[in-house]
C-alpha cells in the first residue's frame, strides 16, 4: 500500500487552527469534516458559515478514520469535532520578502537545525504573537510543516511568512549586505540579551537546536552573541525564542 | 491483571533527567537499567560513577521492556540508552516554605489548573533556570509528576520546591498576609508585564489554563494585572511563563 508523505501534512484539526486556516488562507481548504452529530458551540459555527462563504464542501462523518493521518503523539488529542484537508502552506521567496517595501523595521528568526515539531509550532505561534516577519528554515535538518507543527501554532503558520533555504550563511551574508543586524543566541556569550539593544533596526535572531547549538559558521556571522542566563541546563529552544523575542518587543513599546 | 497508578510515575528516562536526578537526590533513584551492550558517553559514565558512589542497583538489559510504563505520546522517543526507577518526587509543605529564612527577596509561580505534562515540565525548567524559589499547584485540576513531566523538565523537578494545596485562595490570602505581592496574568488587562516593576519584594505570579485563563476568584485577590502584548491568539502558557519570569530576572539583575 502506497501512502505518499504528503498524506501527512495534508490534513489540519482543531478549532483554533481550523478557524485561523479558514480566515487567513481559505483557498488552502480543500475540504472540512465536522463529527457525526455534533453541537455547534460559537467557534464551529463560524468555521461552518466561512466554509458555505468560500464554497469549501461540507461532510459530517465521523473522525476516528483521520487518526491513522496523525502521528502517535497526536492520537490522544481528541479533534474538537472538525478536521480539514488542506494545501500545504505555501513557502515565501526570500528575495521577494528581502525586496518588499516595508515602512517599518523588520524582525525576523532564523532557525539551525530545530527539528522537533512541538518546538516548531510554539515557536511560530509566538512569532504571531509579536508580530514578527518571517522564519527562516534550512531545507535540511529543519522540521516539516506537519499536522503537529500546524496544530501547537494554532494556525499561526498561516500568519507569518516561512522561508526555506539551501544555505543559510549565504542568507545571512545577504541580509548582512542589506544592513541587517544579525544576533545569535549562544550559551557561551559574555552579554545577556537584555544588554543589546533592538530599536531601529531590522534584526535577525538565530536559534539553535538544543545541545547542539548554532553552527560555527553561522556563529562567526553573528554582528551580537546573546545569552539566557540560567542557574540550570540550558532553556528549551521555544522559551528561549520567547523571551528574546519579547525583550525586542519590550523595547519597541517603551521607546 | 493491577496495575497501579504509581507504576507510571515510577520510571525515568533519558540522560539528563537521570543525571540530574542523581546528582541531586540520589535517594530518589531505586536502581538503573543501561541499554545492553551500550557505548558509554560522558554522560553515562558520570551516571555510572554516581550510581557506584551512591550505591544504587545497576543492571543491562533491554530497554523496550519499558515503554509500557510510559505514555503513547512518549512512545517514540529514544531512551538515550537509561531508565531509572524512581520513588515519587516529594512535595514541600507550604507552612514550612513560607517561614524558611531567607537573605533575599523570594518568587514564586502559581499554576492555576495547568493540565498538561509537557507544557507543566516546562515550566519547571525555566523556574529551575531563573532560579525560582518554587512553583505551587492544586491538588484537583493539575497534572501529576510523572515520567513526561520529569523528561520535559530535564529533571528540573529535584531542582526546586513543589507545593501542593487544597485551597489556592487560601494560600494566596496567607501570602498577602506575609507581604507577598500577587501579580495575575490576564489577557484582559491594562497593564503589560513589562509596566510593573518586579524589585524589591517577594512575589507570586499566577497563570491560568489556555482559554480558560485564571479563576475570578483569584483574579480578584491579584495585587496586580498584567497581559502580554500579543496579535495573534494568547501565548502558550509555558511561553507566557517564560516572558513574565525573565522579565522579573532581567529587572532584578539591571538594577
Known sequence: MKKPYESITNYIYGKNTVFET??????????????????FDNKLKKINELAQKNSILVQFTNLNKFYKYFSGADKKIIFQGVVAS??????????EFLNKKSNTYRKIVILDGVEDPHNFGAIIR?????????????KHRSCPINSTV??????????????KTNSLPSIVDTLKKNNWWIIAADGQSKDN??????????????LGAEGE??????????????KIPSNFESLNVSA????????????????
Chains 1, 2 share one sequence.
Open 22 to 39: 479558514i480566515c487567513q488562507n481559505p483557498k488552502r481548504i480543500n475540504k472540512i469534516y465536522f463529527s457525526d452529530g455534533i453541537n
Open 86 to 95: 488542506v494545501s500545504p502552506v505555501e513557502y515565501i521567496d526570500f528575495d
Open 126 to 138: 509566538t512569532l504571531a504573537a509579536a508580530s514578527f516577519d518571517a522564519v527562516i528554515i534550512p
Open 150 to 163: 500546524e496544530k501547537t501554532s494554532c494556525g499561526a503558520v498561516n500568519h507569518i511568512c516561512i522561508i
Open 193 to 206: 540579551y537584555f544588554d543589546i539593544s533592538y530599536k531601529d533596526m531590522n534584526f535577525a535572531i538565530i
Open 213 to 226: 547549538g548554532i553552527s560555527k559558521t553561522l556563529l562567526n556571522k553573528a554582528d551580537f552573541k546573546i
Open 240 to 255: 528561549a525564542c520567547a523571551i528574546i523575542v519579547y525583550e525586542s518587543i519590550r523595547q519597541i513599546h517603551q521607546m
